[in-house]
């Protein structure tokens, strides 16, 4: 027969399993030696914070532009209204982040020439699919069916036409701290069999929110630490806000100018054209004379490194063939901004005269 324990056994159990006596077995933290009693903070050396707080408010604002940027472009392209919404910006290691997204998924590896490294653009597929459907005449449905496979080589290209604006949106947010000069070199399904930094690497993930009507999915800009190192400086919120480019001063713009005015360049004349035929080119001859429906007063074209510069008259200057300058040769852009010019000068003209009259 088992034991019974007694009223003040019952008691002792009770208090020694009482939060008062929790409280007093909790561990503390130990204080450091000559530190005046102060505690010791934990760091985890797995996940070291290599970026600052400030460095991560300016990846905040630097990136809310963005998402308006590329939320406009992708709504102009789909015909319909996208919104694009920054949900976070944190660091954390590279296997971390890979291991956080699904699989199969739309990875995207970009080389930026600018940075001198990797960037990762990620795609879930429960925004991409949907999108294509929008493109290729769908997006009647509200609720679509998310299909658990890889990208086929239609979906890939169109994939293409997202990326492309993303990365024009990037280029453009950029534009005040570098030229990422991005391009994609590799898209996946796997997200595990892209490698672009080691494991423990710390890389900075950007998520945004894409909203199409009731349909929701994640995008993931994964940017490695190492990459943006260089622009550590420039990334602080004080210095980024008021970062422009460095205008080049008079010195370098003379120094470009002379260099550039010394510059060797092409230039032909176009004579004539005609057509013979293969018969008569096998028997042309050394004197034989080739007719076309050239005037021989009718100007010539003068091209400069392959683009039409001005009109010319041929002739001989010093018992050597040369050519004299004509006139301009007005290019597209040109009239284009001359016929600018004009409906903007009688719009003034109008504006003025209307004005007195009332």
Known sequence: MADVLSQGEVESLLAALGPGNKKKKKNKPAAAPGSGGRAINVYDFKRPERVSKEQMRAFQALHDGFGREFGASLSSMLRTIVEVKLISVDQLTYSEFVFSVENPTCFNLMRSDGLDGHLILDLNPTIIFPIF???????????????SRPLTDIETRLVGRITDLAIKGLENAWDRL????????????????VQIVPPNEVIVLISFE????????????????NTIEPLAGKLSSDTWSAYTKKSADTRQRLN??????????????HLAETKISAGELATLAVGDIITTEQEQTSPLTLLVEGHPMFTAYPG????????????VISRPQDLVEQKV?????????????IEPAG
């Open 210 to 225: 894409l909203t199409m009507g009731d349909t929701r999915g994640i995008m993931n800009l994964c940017i490695p630490f």
């Open 178 to 193: 570098c030229e990422l000069k991005l391009s994609v070199v590799q898209v996946e399904s796997n997200p595990q069999l």
């Open 316 to 327: 001989v200057l010093k018992w050597k063939k040369a050519v004299r300058i004509g006139e």
């Open 256 to 269: 470009l100018e002379t260099h550039m005015g010394s510059a060797g360049v092409e230039v032909i004349v």
């Open 133 to 147: 459907d929008r493109l290729l005449g769908g997006g009647k449905e509200s609720r679509h069916a998310i299909p």
């Open 341 to 353: 010019r004009e409906a903007e000068a009688q719009a003034a003209e109008s504006g003025a005269s």
